[in-house]
Structure formats: structure tokens, C-alpha cells
């Protein structure tokens, strides 16, 4: 029996520490706007400012707000101890705000015609969590 480490297997999953306080103010009703003011660490309160704005036609508005959940969601997985690829799960609570934010920005810079930056953020998505590709698409 070999105890050696399977290299193929590439990194482990990253795994966001719980923030409860935005899902939090989000199940009491809260504006995202105060969310974000609250939480603007929050990658959650950023994608759903995001969804919100593209969903009411301000797309550059909508690109804006996913570009800093995008942002600080990259700050918050290298703290994790993210090393630039491997696997975000979807199926982990905390990692959903990041990779909203992820899809908000694909949907956006597609919509403004940053073709590049959209086929770029879409592969992202789907190289970090296929479920989450799969789920927000």
C-alpha cells in the first residue's frame, strides 16, 4: 500500500468561511444596497446587486457591482488558501456568493461585448464548480 500523494488529482477544494449576517439580512428583506454597506466584503450582496441592476436593463451598472463581487470573492479564496484553479463548490453555501458573482460578470461583459472577458469568467465558472455553471445558466 503506498502512502504517496496522488499529484493527477490537482488542488483540493476550496471551501469559503461562513458569513451569516448577509443571508441573514437578505431572509429579513433587507435592500441589497444595505447589504453591501453593511457587508462590503460580502460577495453575495454585490452578485445580488448584480442580478437586480441586469435584471432592470443597467448593465454597466450591473458589470460594475459583478466585477467587485468577483473581486472580493478572489480576495476571500486566497485567504482560504486558494492558489489560482481547483475546484469552488457550488455545493457549499458560503462559495455561492462568489460564484454568482462570477456569472453576473460573464453575463454582463457578454452583454457590453467583452466577448474575451465573458468566454473567460464563463470558463472559470465552469472549471471551478460545474454545478454552479450548470445551476446559474
Known amino acids: ?8 488529482a490537482g488542488p483540493p477544494p476550496t471551501h469559503l468561511p461562513d458569513d451569516p449576517g448577509p443571508r441573514e439580512l437578505f431572509a429579513n428583506g433587507a435592500d441589497p444596497t444595505e447589504v453591501a454597506a453593511k457587508f462590503p466584503s460580502s460577495s453575495l450582496a454585490w452578485a445580488q446587486l448584480a442580478d ?3 435584471q432592470a436593463g443597467r448593465t454597466v451598472e450591473s458589470y460594475a457591482y459583478a466585477r467587485t463581487g468577483y473581486h472580493r470573492g478572489l480576495d476571500a479564496l486566497r485567504r482560504s488558501g486558494w492558489k489560482g484553479h481547483g475546484p469552488i463548490p457550488w455545493e457549499h453555501e ?4 462568489f460564484l454568482r458573482a462570477l456569472h453576473a460578470l460573464a453575463r454582463a461583459a457578454g452583454a457590453i461585448g467583452e466577448t474575451e472577458e465573458a ?16 445551476t446559474l445558466t
Do not use: T, V
Open 1 to 8: 500500500m503506498s502512502n504517496h500523494e496522488n499529484l493527477l
Open 52 to 54: 437586480d441592476a441586469f
Open 94 to 97: 458560503p462559495n455561492r456568493g
Open 119 to 134: 468566454e473567460r469568467c464563463s470558463a472559470f465558472l465552469r472549471d471551478s464548480s460545474a454545478a454552479a455553471a450548470e
